[in-house]
């Protein structure tokens, strides 16, 4: 299957920082990239859209302006968790659509911890 | 709206025996697929099928296999034979045609002993 990496795949932060996320398609071009948000022994749940060259969309209830998404280029997304609270601490996980593919894969997976 | 409805939060068998997951889920789309996914300890999300909502076939792949009835809007998974690496949490999944932003059920947390 196609191939999504996700860097990285765990991080600590303090309370207050900034922690980015990368999500990369290595062999296809992904326009359509997606950000969910796992809470222990939950399921996932969509946080918002990425939309290569445009403004993602964000799930209702998402914040905007804590969670900012850029991407900037065919097979990258980035997810800043900015200001960073211990209740943001979760597993992040994107997926890329694949074109014309039969379904969307996901990325490792980081698993954020603030303290 | 969707919604994917996985009743069963745990299930624990014995390896060798059998195991059938279940999965409801509601749509007003009349074209729109179907997953499953496996999510071992380890985290990353593992793709196991995607179903169009035109294709009843039912499907079977080595020891897992899916029994898809839209009469019952049901998308079930049994594995077959189970062995201790089954052991992991599975989600169904579903979404809108050509779009893959997916709503998952809560989950089924496998766990097959030796």
């Known amino acids: 299957g196609a191939v999504v990496s996700q860097h990285p795949s765990r991080v600590i932060c303090k309370s207050g920082t900034s922690v980015k996320i990368e999500c990369r398609s290595l062999?296809?071009?992904?326009?359509?990239m997606f950000w969910y948000r796992q809470f222990p022994k939950q399921s996932l749940m969509l946080m918002a859209t990425?939309?290569?060259?445009?403004?993602?969309?964000?799930e209702q209830g998402v914040e905007k302006d804590k969670f900012l998404i850029n991407h900037a280029s065919l097979t990258l997304s980035t997810l800043t968790v900015t200001s960073a609270h211990p209740e943001d601490s979760s597993f992040y996980i994107c997926?890329?659509?694949?074109?014309?593919?039969?379904?969307?894969?996901f990325g490792q997976g980081t698993r954020l911890t603030v303290v | 709206a969707q919604k994917v409805t996985q009743a069963q939060t745990e299930i624990s068998v014995v390896e060798k025996e059998d195991v059938t997951l279940d999965c409801v889920y509601e749509?007003?789309?009349?074209?729109?697929?179907l997953f499953w996914y496996k999510q071992p300890p380890s985290g990353e999300l593992v793709f196991l099928i995607r179903?169009?909502?035109?294709?009843?076939q039912n499907e079977i792949s080595g020891r897992y296999s899916w029994n898809f009835q839209k009469s019952t809007s049901s998308f079930n998974f049994t594995i077959t034979a189970s062995q201790v690496v089954d052991s992991a949490v599975y989600f169904c999944?579903?979404?809108?045609?050509?779009?893959?932003?997916?709503?998952f059920g809560a989950g089924t947390t496998v766990t097959v002993r030796a």
């Open positions: 999944a579903l979404s809108e045609p050509y779009d893959y932003k997916l709503s």
């Open positions: 749509t007003r789309d009349t074209t729109y697929y």
């Open positions: 062999d296809f071009q992904a326009t359509t």
């Open positions: 990425s939309n290569e060259g445009s403004k993602a969309t964000y």
């Open positions: 997926s890329a659509r694949v074109p014309q593919g039969e379904a969307a894969f």
């Open positions: 179903r169009n909502s035109f294709d009843e």
